[in-house]
């Protein structure tokens, strides 16, 4: 699937640069190092307390998900017994010694972090997270009460003995291992989970305005004598279990409901993954915890001693505590303003006719520096309009009680038909994405499961429009998803066009997910699977012809990732030709720059502050002309050829200006939040300009640029 007005510069293949495994980090060790960026969030006085709470439990709900899909891919190569090394020279049991490594490491700094100071400074500040002993004999009583009334019928001990085997321990569960009173000859010991329901701390009743509060644990572990009357226990040790959660669909036939029964299967079978970590407190003595591992059929490089709390992603509970003084100062994104004409004042979005709007020129919306209200405001005038007779969408994360789903059950009539693809592959919102497609067809909208053997993760929405030339087609194409929740913290990018090539692209596009169309020529859009690759790779050899034949090369690259061994290899080509070129990279970056001879003039930075970023940006100087496109896709062998990824060009020379000169700038400018990738694979803080007055913090600048 290739644009059009991108050609290959030579008809022939040209030999591909060969580049060194040395000159490829490794993955999963990049994706270690951007989590270690993420505690050290955790552990930034100048960030106020709730918010390195925050990123404390950020850290542990990575850490969880990595362990599900990534170690357990690894443990699986482990397992079956391949030696062969990677593409950067690093075989599956030495990647696996060394995650073991740097994750306990991780997980030490984290305890150390929470345990030594965090911990303090909340009970400084008013919320004490305080052991059962240091309770006083009323609180210990309310706490009693509250345990027998909504937490003890929750609970189910299951005893383990030689007549009851080691029961199933769910993934992602906290559980507590009770050993109770038995002869040397047979011990006695029982596991009771703590439930997921229940808040994991438990607030207790305070003589002052203190926040006083207690781990669930804690307080089950306290009273787990109710559960084993008769019994003399002995001690109870928490531990926390991760699974194999990464599910594989194979090829299944073009009817959408065997997809959707599939997965459904397949969800039903997660919980039953194979072990990839066991955590446990290193309260727990070695031979128990042997013990446990092999219970759990779980091997001794599974087992990780944490000194201190474990499934730390709860923190996220007391985020939500009442402490604006502990907290950011919450973003109030700014309104879209725009033109109906080109006469007209700037109006609201609100207020706007939306499509004499878009009619009048491209716009551009950046979240959550402005708000995602504009996106559900103009479904919200598409759904109502009486002119419009179709409206298409792909949703892949939608979150809970999406304000999306009305509005497109609420468009669905007799005169306007309205199509949905919803990507039940969406890993870990796949339920969710489920329950909401049942809904969307029971209200009688035609809903796509996606495409068998790719995920789509394209971000589009079509609404065609009868005018009285004749059908004219809107668009929005966007960097993220069409999520209300998580575009107040996620940076993206959308754009509203009614561009007639780009429209066109996007109809063939909805033709190819909801039918058999086997489209491969678009005339502006960069789509996966087929030639994206091909297209990125094509406009970077452009920039480096352009520089050879007159100078300036330019190549300025924002994404989640860079993985793809292809576009890599077309950087480094770049760089040894002198085209100057900045990658933005939040997360895995497998491209080593700096290296003599190989990427002197690449730099790679990696901004992770108060937003995440998320958006994809793509720009070639081309000259002076400039190239820009903006999109959903990462340059990852996952998006380029198992998704349904589109690039959108950017052709007002008035936004690309804005993007290019001013937005992406800005995070060139950043010393708060960016640190810099060596060639050795570390990273380390960027350092203020010689001169600089204060330091530059992108996200905080931001935050005043919409501002009129």
């Given at each position: 699937?290739?644009?059009?007005t991108?050609k290959p510069?030579?008809?022939?293949?040209t030999?591909?640069?060969?580049?060194p495994?040395?000159?490829l980090?490794?993955?999963?060790?990049?994706?270690?190092?951007?989590?270690?960026?993420?505690?050290q969030l955790?552990?930034n006085?100048?960030?106020?307390?709730?918010?390195q709470?925050?990123?404390l439990?950020?850290f542990s709900?990575?850490?969880?998900?990595?362990?599900?899909?990534?170690v357990?891919?690894?443990r699986?190569?482990t397992k079956a017994?391949i030696?062969e090394a990677?593409?950067?020279?690093?075989?599956?049991?030495?990647?696996?010694?060394?995650?073991r490594?740097?994750?306990?490491r991780?997980?030490d700094?984290?305890a150390?972090i929470?345990?030594?100071?965090?911990?303090?400074e909340?009970k400084q500040?008013?919320i004490?997270i305080?052991?059962?002993?240091?309770?006083n004999?009323g609180?210990?009583q309310?706490l009693s009460e509250?345990?027998?009334?909504?937490?003890?019928?929750?609970?189910?001990p299951?005893?383990?003995d030689?007549?009851r085997r080691?029961?199933h321990v769910s993934n992602?569960?906290?559980?507590?291992?009770?050993?109770?009173?038995g002869?040397e000859s047979?011990?006695?010991?029982a596991?009771?989970?703590?439930p997921?329901?229940?808040?994991?701390?438990?607030s207790?009743p305070?003589?002052?305005d203190?926040?006083?509060?207690?781990?669930l644990?804690?307080?089950?572990a306290s009273e787990?004598?109710?559960?084993?009357?008769?019994?003399?226990?002995?001690?109870?040790?928490?531990f926390?279990v991760?699974?194999?959660?990464d599910?594989?669909?194979?090829d299944?036939?073009?009817d959408g409901?065997?997809?959707?029964?599939e997965m459904?299967?397949?969800l039903s079978q997660?919980?039953?993954g194979?072990i990839t970590?066991l955590?446990?407190?290193?309260?727990?003595p070695?031979?128990?915890?042997?013990w446990?591992?092999?219970q759990l059929?779980?091997s001794?490089?599974?087992?990780?001693v944490?000194?201190?709390?474990?499934?730390?992603?709860s923190?996220?509970?007391l985020t939500?505590?009442d402490?604006p003084?502990l907290?950011?100062?919450?973003?109030i994104?700014?309104?879209?303003?725009?033109?109906?004409?080109?006469?007209?004042e700037?109006?609201?979005?609100?207020?706007?006719?939306?499509?004499?709007a878009?009619?009048?020129?491209?716009i551009?919306?950046?979240?959550?520096?402005?708000s995602f209200?504009?996106v559900?405001?103009?479904?919200?005038a598409?759904s109502?309009?009486?002119?419009?007779v179709?409206?298409?969408?792909?949703?892949?994360r939608l979150g809970?009680e999406?304000?999306?789903?009305?509005?497109l059950v609420?468009?669905?009539?007799d005169?306007t038909?309205?199509?949905?693809?919803?990507e039940?592959?969406?890993r870990?919102d796949?339920?969710?994405?489920?329950?909401l497609a049942?809904?969307l067809e029971t209200a009688g909208v035609h809903?796509?499961?996606g495409?068998?053997?790719l995920?789509?993760?394209c971000?589009a929405?079509?609404?065609?429009r009868?005018?009285?030339?004749?059908?004219?087609?809107?668009v929005?194409l966007?960097?993220?998803n069409?999520?209300?929740?998580?575009a107040?913290v996620?940076?993206?990018?959308?754009?509203?066009?009614?561009?007639e090539?780009?429209?066109?692209?996007?109809?063939e596009?909805?033709?190819?997910?909801?039918?058999?169309s086997?489209?491969?020529l678009?005339?502006?859009?960069l789509?996966?699977?087929l030639d994206?690759r091909?297209?990125?790779?094509?406009l970077?050899?452009r920039e480096v012809?352009?520089?050879?034949?007159?100078?300036g090369?330019r190549?300025?690259l924002?994404?989640?990732s860079?993985?793809d061994?292809?576009?890599?290899?077309?950087?480094?080509a770049?760089?040894m030709?002198?085209?100057?070129i900045?990658?933005?990279?939040?997360?895995?970056c497998?491209?080593?720059?700096?290296?003599p001879?190989?990427?002197?003039t690449?730099?790679v930075?990696?901004?992770v502050?108060?937003?995440l970023?998320?958006s994809?940006?793509y720009?070639?100087g081309?000259g002076?002309?400039?190239f820009l496109?903006?999109?959903?896709?990462d340059m990852m062998?996952r998006?380029?050829?198992?998704?349904v990824e589109v690039?959108?060009p950017?052709?007002?020379p008035?936004?690309?200006a804005?993007?290019v000169?001013?937005l992406?700038s800005g995070?060139?400018r950043?010393?708060?939040?960016a640190?810099?990738?060596h060639?050795d694979?570390?990273?380390h803080?960027?350092?203020?300009?010689?001169?600089?007055?204060?330091?530059?913090d992108v996200?905080?600048?931001l935050?005043?640029?919409y501002r009129r």
């Open positions: 699937m290739s644009g059009t991108i510069l030579h008809e022939d293949e030999p591909r640069l060969f580049v495994p040395e000159l980090i490794n993955r999963e060790l990049s994706w270690l190092a951007f989590n270690e960026r993420v505690l955790a552990d006085a100048s960030i106020p307390l709730l918010e709470v925050k990123f439990a950020i709900a990575n850490l969880d998900e990595f362990f599900m899909i990534r357990a891919n690894v699986r190569k017994g030696t990677g593409a950067d020279g690093i075989p599956p049991q030495t990647l696996a010694v060394s995650i490594s740097i994750t306990q991780l997980l700094t984290q150390a929470l345990g030594a100071r965090i911990m303090s909340l500040a008013g004490e305080v052991a059962m002993t240091d309770l004999p609180q210990r309310a509250l345990f027998v009334h909504d937490i003890f019928p929750v609970l189910t299951q005893a383990i030689r007549g080691f029961p992602q569960s906290l559980n507590l291992l009770v050993v109770l009173d002869s047979e011990r006695r010991y596991r009771v989970k703590v997921a329901v229940l808040n994991r701390f438990v207790v305070a003589e002052d203190r926040t006083v509060l207690v781990w644990e804690d307080l089950v787990i004598g109710a559960l084993f009357p008769g019994n003399v226990i002995q001690a109870v040790y928490p926390h991760n699974r194999d959660s599910i594989e669909l194979d299944l036939d073009d409901s065997d997809l959707l029964n459904e299967r397949q997660r919980t039953f194979a970590q955590l446990v407190d290193q309260s727990m070695e031979d128990l915890s042997a446990l591992v092999e059929h779980a001794e490089r599974d087992l990780y944490v000194p201190g709390r474990l499934a730390l992603e923190l996220a509970e939500r505590l402490r003084d907290k950011d100062p919450p973003l994104p700014a309104p879209l303003f725009v033109r109906e004409s080109a006469s007209d700037p109006v609201d979005w609100a207020d706007a006719d939306v499509f004499t878009i009619r009048n020129g491209d551009l919306i950046h979240h959550p520096y402005q209200g504009a559900t405001r103009f479904l919200v598409a109502r309009d009486p002119n419009v179709a409206i298409k969408q792909t949703l892949y809970k999406s304000p999306i789903i009305p509005l609420e468009a669905r009539d005169d038909q309205v199509a949905v693809l919803m039940v592959k969406a870990f796949e339920e969710n994405n489920i329950a049942h809904e809903v796509n499961y495409l068998p053997g995920k789509t993760h971000k929405l079509l609404v065609v009868r005018e009285p030339e004749g059908l004219r087609r809107y929005h966007g960097t993220g069409y999520n209300a929740a998580t107040r996620y940076e993206d990018y959308g754009l509203f066009t009614a561009r090539d780009i429209a066109a692209d996007v109809s596009l909805f033709n190819v997910l909801t039918g058999y086997r489209q491969e678009y005339r502006s859009l789509v996966a699977p994206l091909a297209d990125v790779i094509t970077i050899e012809d352009t520089h050879l034949a007159q100078g090369g190549i300025i924002k994404m989640n860079l993985v061994r292809d576009v890599i290899r077309a950087l480094y770049a760089s030709a002198g085209v100057e900045d990658l933005i990279v939040r997360g895995i497998c491209l080593r720059p700096g290296v001879s190989w990427s002197e690449i730099r930075r990696s901004i502050g108060r937003f970023e998320h994809r940006v720009y070639f081309h002076g002309e400039g496109y903006l999109g959903s896709a062998e998006n380029l050829d198992r998704r690039l959108f950017v052709n007002d008035d936004l690309r804005e993007v000169g001013q992406v995070y060139l950043d010393d708060v939040n640190q810099e990738l060639a694979g570390t990273y803080r960027v350092q203020p300009q010689p001169g600089a007055t204060e330091p530059f996200h905080r600048w935050a005043t640029v």
